[in-house]
């Protein structure tokens, strides 16, 4: 039955045309309505752009609306990542920003570019409704599907979390171009005039090609069009047309592709294109195949031809003929890939959905498309209904990885689902009309049987209404229950920057005010150093040059970062210099309570969550530090290690006990869960000039003391000429402590003061024993003409593809490395090991033997000889051609990874062991920084970067 009726074209009643048109315009526009208000409902809550990328993508789109589009492909912007700057167009997502750009300049009237792209998520993802409608009409070949799976699309919660008020960045266009593809996609195979087919394909190519250079997930739509072009060879028995289709198809994304640098030929000449010109091949081979077999081995030699493809395409993966594409890229088609990266892990959307999280989107929606999955099983016979099956499969398995990825679950899911729910509507009506085409016949037979089929009508009658009532509280239920989980609610959240990038519901001035004083109280060239979270806020609203932000293209530098805030003081304090900071910006979040004392005006503050305070996890894990260290068992109370650090000084607070929620009592040390409690404590206060930060500006919400949330956001400038012997840094440390002992704060009990002066004397005796460190290594300080000097015979020679590189080791510093590095080279262990990451304006590092061939880049980085050795920290700067030792968080892990550095990176200093000097070949070495690179800095031609043999002299 129900292969019947997705098979059969629906009928066509003339008298009844117009009213079905009239009701099908109007479901559609309710969809689009419904999608509008709830993509909209954040609005109560300000006026603003939402979340972090989308201030950047304003102000890229303004850039091209001021300078138009070939400044905007020329942009290196300097304001970002500094000093080295940012290549826009080949970085970031252009084909949103010309998008944009070209529809504001049609539409945009006499609103601000700002309001404009406020609003264009919004209206984007409400127009993607109707490309939902017709995607699943065309898929199915019926309108009530469609109808069905526009309305869930507007209430999906994937889709309006990605797609709300300001949310500005690439999905929501990503997603509407995709749909618009794939429609057209799927339409073009359906049709049967060539002057509608070939417009639709080259059209759909465009479209698809357009949605991968606006979001790079969009890439994802060409998974299921490749593998149903594989399908259709197999199942259609005429191929000409699907082979023009995909030939016009494939051409037309690999073109648009290419039109930008990003994704450019990365796209075109990796695995997303490699599938895509590998299907399309097979098909055509395939259609030559079953024109020269009989039709009983048409099958048969059309899977010989698949299996070759298949071989071919597995030896260009194990050669490495390909550009590799970033990790993430790979965890998402392979979601079994653990996490790589601390950094990566720390993006909350990077999380991995759980069971729950696909229950709490998509309910009872999950069922009805298993349903949608057996009628399409159902349906073979119409080959549109296998793609609802690829594209449903294939978006659930895809969003496994990465929550961010629920959108390819909620695109597949609704597509199934209305299949599913309309098969149910259909079996559901049509008792009705059975029962009265036996109404109408009994009724001309006899009038005893007309009593007894009225019977039977009043029966299904019920049944229908038990039947339809059933179905709409199902389909009810998850949009109001329950009450802050429920579909609806979803929308119900504030714009990140007006809530602080918290999980609260509520609205602060405190980031808008900070970045409005930032830009009319700090000189132009100003560089303000933050976690990366903060750059795009600072470059755009602060119109000040931030050193990283969310675009995350140079991962040293964030570890840089995170290093300086965890690093003690000094070591911080450094590293900011070194990265040419004049401010540091950093943000916590936490609850003022009433004052322990009644004649203290001072609060009490509770921390977290959603500031700096709630990722120093992250900042200690990223910065290659270990969280025993500074945290207490729970991952989250601060040791007093945190508080030896630069973050640590930088927080404005003091411990002055921890409660215990369970029996009420405050204690002097850490007990498990009990909560720390702090009074506030400047450590570098307002118009202190000497002292190496002062607290030049704090929000409001941190000043007042009324109870309540505060939201903090602390902005200290860098004293540059601040210097101190070390004998000052002691007296200072002691200074410090003793002016907040006496700042009229008043801890809550006699213990808390014993806690807070025992305090005192750690930290003094910390700054003694460094006082002793730092002599002891001023013993062992060479200069650089000692280094080229001693020991001429004590070097080596590196012969690489590009030329030769020669070092001078250093055995009085690094005696075990240099001894080690020896011992691999005559053993031959480095000969034919590729330089495998290229770092430009920062290091070349090589070492790894799984790099000798290219079958496994994703291994890269991960080898050694299978033994470690212990550090041997020095006094040598790293500066421009200074050979260290590579190494993972520990500091004890080196083996046979080595790097160059490029440019002077004393922030790296005491952190990795220097063992050498390059004394010639520096140009040999520029060179191979050079070497064109793939998203992870690995060469994409290996042999470019390749280490021949490494003779010792």
């Excluded at 002057?195 to 969009?218: C, D, H, N, R, Y």
């Excluded at 040419?580 to 001072?602: E, H, M, R, T």
């Excluded at 012997?725 to 440390?733: E, P």
Aim: aromatic share 12%.
């Amino acid at each position: 039955m129900a292969e019947k009726e997705f098979s059969k074209p629906e009928k066509k009643n003339n008298h009844r045309v117009k009213t079905r048109y009239l009701l099908i315009i109007a479901i559609i526009c309710l969809s689009f309505s419904i999608a509008f208000v709830l993509r909209a409902y954040p609005i109560k809550y300000g006026f603003y752009l939402n979340e972090f990328d989308p201030f950047f993508d304003y102000r890229a789109t303004n850039y091209i609306v001021d300078n138009g589009i070939d400044a905007y492909f020329k942009w290196h912007d300097f304001m970002s990542w500094y000093p080295d700057g940012r290549d826009i167009p080949g970085t970031s997502q252009s084909g949103l920003h010309i998008t944009a750009a070209v529809l504001y300049q049609i539409f945009g009237m006499n609103s601000s570019l700002m309001d404009f792209t406020i609003w264009f998520p919004v209206i984007i993802g409400s127009g993607s409704t109707v490309l939902m409608f017709l995607l699943v009409r065309c898929i199915t070949g019926k309108n009530v599907p469609g109808l069905i799976a526009s309305v869930f699309f507007a209430v999906s919660p994937a889709i309006i979390q990605r797609g709300n008020l300001g949310w500005f960045k690439s999905e929501p266009l990503g997603i509407f171009y995709g749909l618009g593809g794939t429609y057209l996609f799927i339409s073009a195979l359906k049709e049967r005039k060539y002057k509608f087919l070939i417009p639709k394909a080259i059209f759909s190519g465009v479209i698809l090609g357009l949605a991968g250079a606006s979001w790079g997930g969009a890439q994802y739509f060409v998974i299921p069009i490749s593998i149903f072009i594989v399908i259709l060879a197999f199942v259609s028995k005429d191929l000409k047309n699907p082979l023009l289709v995909s030939v016009l198809f494939t051409i037309s994304v690999l073109l648009v592709a290419l039109a930008f640098p990003r994704p450019g030929t990365s796209f075109v000449f990796g695995l997303q294109g490699m599938l895509l010109m590998g299907s399309t091949a097979f098909l055509f081979l395939s259609t030559i195949v079953k024109r020269k077999s009989s039709e009983k081995k048409a099958i048969r030699n059309t899977a010989i031809v698949f299996g070759i493809i298949v071989v071919i395409g597995i030896a260009i993966i194990s050669s490495g003929l390909y550009q590799s594409p970033s990790f993430r890229y790979l965890n998402s088609v392979n979601p079994f890939l653990s996490a790589q990266s601390a950094l990566v892990e720390s993006v909350a959307e990077h999380s991995m959905p759980t069971i729950v999280d696909y229950f709490r989107q998509f309910s009872v929606l999950i069922l009805f498309s298993g349903l949608g999955i057996w009628i399409a099983f159902k349906n073979k016979s119409n080959t549109t209904m296998i793609f609802a099956l690829i594209i449903g499969l294939t978006g659930i398995y895809i969003s496994a990885t990465f929550a961010r990825l629920l959108v390819f679950a909620s695109i597949g899911i609704v597509i199934l689902s209305s299949i599913g729910i309309y098969e149910i509507v259909r079996s559901i009506t049509s008792i009705r009309r059975d029962s009265e085409i036996q109404n109408t016949g009994s009724v001309q037979s006899n009038i005893k049987h007309a009593i007894t089929n009225k019977i039977k009508t009043r029966k299904h009658f019920f049944a229908y209404v038990g039947f339809s009532s059933i179905l709409i509280i199902m389909l009810t239920i998850p949009m109001v229950y329950d009450r802050n989980t429920n579909w609806i609610s979803s929308a119900d959240v504030p714009t990140s920057i007006a809530n602080g990038g918290t999980n609260y519901r509520l609205t602060t001035n405190d980031w808008i005010d900070t970045l409005d004083w930032i830009s009319k109280n700090t000189t132009k060239d100003s560089v303000i150093a933050s976690w990366w979270d903060y750059g795009y806020w600072i470059t755009t609203l602060g119109n000040r040059t931030s050193i990283a932000d969310n675009a995350t293209i140079n991962q040293t530098r964030i570890e840089s970062i995170a290093k300086m805030f965890m690093s003690p003081e000094e070591e911080g304090l450094k590293i900011a210099n070194n990265l040419k900071a004049d401010y540091i910006l950093v943000y916590v979040v936490g609850q003022k309570l009433p004052a322990f004392d009644p004649n203290s005006n001072s609060p009490i503050f509770v921390l977290g969550t959603g500031g700096d305070e709630s990722k120093k996890h992250w900042f200690i894990k990223i910065g290659g530090f270990d969280n025993n260290d500074f945290l207490e068992s729970n991952g989250e109370t601060p040791k007093q290690k945190y508080w030896d650090s630069l973050l640590g000084h930088m927080m404005p607070f003091r411990s002055i006990g921890y409660f215990n929620p369970t029996n009420g009592m405050v204690a002097p040390e850490y007990q498990p869960n009990s909560i720390p409690f702090y009074v506030k404590d400047i450590k570098y206060p307002k118009g202190n000039s000497s002292q190496p930060l002062t607290l030049e500006y704090a929000s409001k919400s941190f000043e007042n003391n009324n109870p309540g949330l505060f939201f903090g956001v602390l902005l200290y400038k860098v004293n540059n000429d601040f210097t101190s012997d070390n004998n000052n840094q002691i007296n200072n440390s002691s200074n410090f402590i003793g002016s907040n002992n006496s700042s009229g704060i008043e801890p809550a009990s006699a213990s808390a003061s014993a806690t807070a002066a025992a305090s005192v004397g750690k930290i003094s005796e910390i700054a003694v024993n460094n006082k002793s460190n730092i002599i002891n290594n001023n013993n062992t300080t060479l200069d650089n003409n000692n280094m080229t000097t001693n020991n001429t015979t004590n070097t080596a020679n590196i012969e690489t593809s590009q030329g030769q590189i020669k070092i001078q080791f250093l055995p009085d510093v690094a005696p075990k490395h240099v001894k080690n590095f020896q011992d691999l080279a005559k053993k031959g262990f480095y000969d034919g090991v590729a330089f495998h990451r290229l770092v430009k304006g920062f290091v070349i590092q090589a070492g790894d033997p799984n790099t000798k061939n290219d079958s496994n880049k994703e291994a890269w980085g991960t080898g050694g000889p299978g033994y470690t050795i212990n550090q041997e920290f020095n006094n040598i700067p790293h500066e421009r051609g200074i050979v260290s030792m590579a190494r993972t968080m520990d500091p004890n892990s080196a083996g046979s990874q080595f790097f160059i550095v490029l440019k002077d990176s004393k922030f790296l200093d005491n952190q990795y062991t220097v063992f050498g000097k390059v004394t010639e070949g520096m140009d040999v070495v520029d060179k191979i920084a050079n070497v064109s690179t793939n998203a992870m800095d690995q060469p994409v031609d290996s042999n470019l970067a390749r280490i021949n043999k490494i003779t010792i002299n």
